[in-house]
């Protein structure tokens, strides 16, 4: 396991050693001991979840707030997204920026989000199947989010937004203005 801090302050690049051969290919996706090692942290996981999204679905900005903060663990096992981490944390050194990366079956990549950070993914293949760790139970009444076009981040999503496919509760979510005046 191969871990890389981003430019966003206590968010981590997971690379896996990848095993293969003639069969096939093998790695080993967690090692609790392993994980918290690297990223200097301890972290109970409690929650997995399962996306499956076609392309251009934008899923986010999302985030649990207070008590519920959740830490993820994020990673694509089909197809191929832009993945997107924005700092909510006003007290941390790169406090409003983002990081983007492209996680997909063919690079392994995966990526470590810390409590209070937005997240969010835009599919870029045809279909990808998305599945993450979280630390904290989602609870419905701590949920927000970050308006996927926000004007202060100005996040390029890579796709013209005549080709993104929001749900309606994320269409509406508030500016990183309303959120942080």
């Not at 700092?87 to 983002?98: A, V």
Request: charged residues 25%.
């Amino acid at each position: 396991m191969k871990i890389t801090e981003t430019n966003l302050e206590g968010c981590f690049i997971v690379e896996f050693q990848i095993f293969d051969d003639e069969r096939g290919l093998f790695f080993e996706s967690y090692h609790k001991k392993k994980f918290e090692q690297a990223i200097g942290q301890d972290i109970d996981f409690v929650q997995d979840n399962q996306s499956i999204s076609k392309k251009g679905v934008l899923r986010g900005l999302h985030f649990q707030e207070g008590d519920f903060a959740q830490s993820k663990w994020v990673r694509v096992v089909k197809g191929e997204v832009l993945d997107v981490a924005v700092d909510l944390r006003p007290e941390s050194n790169t406090f409003g920026q983002y990081f983007k990366i492209h996680l997909s079956e063919e690079n392994n990549r995966s990526l470590f989000i810390p409590k209070g950070m937005a997240h969010g993914f835009l599919t870029l293949s045809e279909q990808a199947t998305f599945v993450y760790k979280c630390d904290a139970y989602y609870h419905k009444p701590a949920e927000n989010g970050i308006l996927w076009n926000d004007e202060t981040l100005q996040i390029d999503w890579q796709l013209p937004a005549s080709d993104i496919l929001l749900s309606e509760k994320d269409a509406v979510l508030p500016t990183f203005k309303e959120l942080f005046s």
